[in-house]
């Protein structure tokens, strides 16, 4: 079967790291050969993530030729002698890296959903856009601080695609949340998917606000993806015993820090990622269940910004970076 296959595709990969010039679209990089306990999986949404600005910064560290993405969702081509969990045929939806390319390769008890061959083409989008974004959310207002009904919880980049789907989970837990974001117009979207309270980073003061709203006692909790220019003032905005979630460098990465700066409020302070919630057997049973069930009833949506062809990517990246989207870019692979 694989002979029916190509031996090269289009992907999207750096080959050294930098700005927006170094991505390339290739298409004579050499489709992956599979080992017998592996499936191969022909794509056809791949979800772009801010992840991947930090591979092509250096930010995080990578092999090169490095082929970006982190999610996809597409159809089952291809698989090992081993493999008894997957057929050819078979839609599924999966975590990995190397997505932006037309095949991608994985192995059978890795985190892959298996679709119903009735999943309709929006459903396919749904889960390219929601399995990095919407497992992170799942995973972290459970796992890195459990979130409870009546908790004030302060959430930035709130109109982004993580922002929007921790908006929602949040509400189904009864919290309140306090929405950050640039623009009146973000903020307006963070209502719409739950969020309770507004701050626009550029006009107000971010701490003042939030004292205002939790009747100066600060926030249970705070989800914090900005990184270095919010630490301090995400450390001044949490009451006492509040949890610090620190989870992404969008202004760049949080300096060392001296840990006794926990102290005074004695605050839990967590640096999670999503991979390392997902991993046990029994954690991505019991999470992908869960995930399943609340995008099939809707309640767990992506709001799609756009889907941009394989080839485009580097435009997608560049309105991303520059925070003029909001909701999720798809890429849609040939
Ligand atoms: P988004 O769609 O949220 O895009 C990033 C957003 O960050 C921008 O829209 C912008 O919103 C905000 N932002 C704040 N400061 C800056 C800045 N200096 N430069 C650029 N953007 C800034 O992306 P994602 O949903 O993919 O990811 C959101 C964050 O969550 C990222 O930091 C990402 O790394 C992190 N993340 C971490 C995971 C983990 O496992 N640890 C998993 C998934 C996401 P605004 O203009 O409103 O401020």
């Known amino acids: 079967l694989m002979s029916s296959l190509p031996s090269v595709q289009k992907v999207v990969l750096i080959r050294e790291t930098g700005g927006l010039e170094v991505l390339r679209f290739e298409d004579n990089f050499p489709v992956p050969e599979i080992s017998s306990d592996e499936i191969l999986i022909k794509n056809k949404y791949a979800g772009i993530n801010y992840i991947e600005s930090y591979f092509r910064k250096g930010i995080y560290p990578a092999e090169k030729p490095y082929l970006l993405g982190r999610e996809a969702s597409g159809v089952v081509v291809a698989r090992g002698d081993n493999v008894d969990k997957f057929q050819v045929g ?12 037309q095949y991608t390769k994985i192995a059978q008890d890795k985190q892959i959903l298996k679709l119903p061959e009735t999943t309709t083409d929006d459903h396919m ?6 399995m990095v974004q919407g497992l992170t959310a799942l995973t972290f207002v459970n796992d890195a601080y459990s979130v409870q009904k009546g908790d004030f919880v302060l959430l930035y980049a709130a109109a982004g695609g993580a922002g929007l789907a921790f908006n929602q989970l949040l509400k189904q837990k009864g ?4 929405a950050v974001a640039s623009t009146d117009d973000k903020l307006q979207l963070a209502r719409d998917y739950g969020a309770e309270y507004f701050i626009n980073s550029q006009k107000d003061d971010i701490l003042a606000k939030v004292m205002e709203y939790t009747n100066g006692e600060g926030v249970d909790a705070a989800f914090d993806s900005v990184g270095k220019d919010t630490f301090e003032i995400t450390l001044s905005a949490l009451k006492r015993k509040g949890t610090f979630v620190s989870f992404g460098n969008a202004s760049g990465p949080v300096p060392p820090l ?7 409020k004695n605050i839990k302070l967590l640096r999670p990622q999503l991979f390392a919630y997902v991993t046990g057997a029994d954690d991505w049973e019991r999470y992908s269940k869960e995930f399943v069930r609340l995008v099939d009833s809707d309640l767990l949506t992506a709001k799609i910004f756009g889907v941009y062809p394989l080839e485009n990517y580097k435009d997608a990246a560049e309105l991303m970076e520059a925070r003029k989207t909001v909701g999720k870019l798809l890429l849609e692979i040939p």
């Open 90 to 101: 078979d839609k599924v939806a999966y975590l990995s890296g190397n997505t932006f390319a």
């Open 175 to 178: 919290a309140h949340t306090i």
């Open 258 to 264: 001296n840990i006794g700066r926990l102290s005074p």
């Open 125 to 130: 989008k749904q889960y390219a856009a929601l």
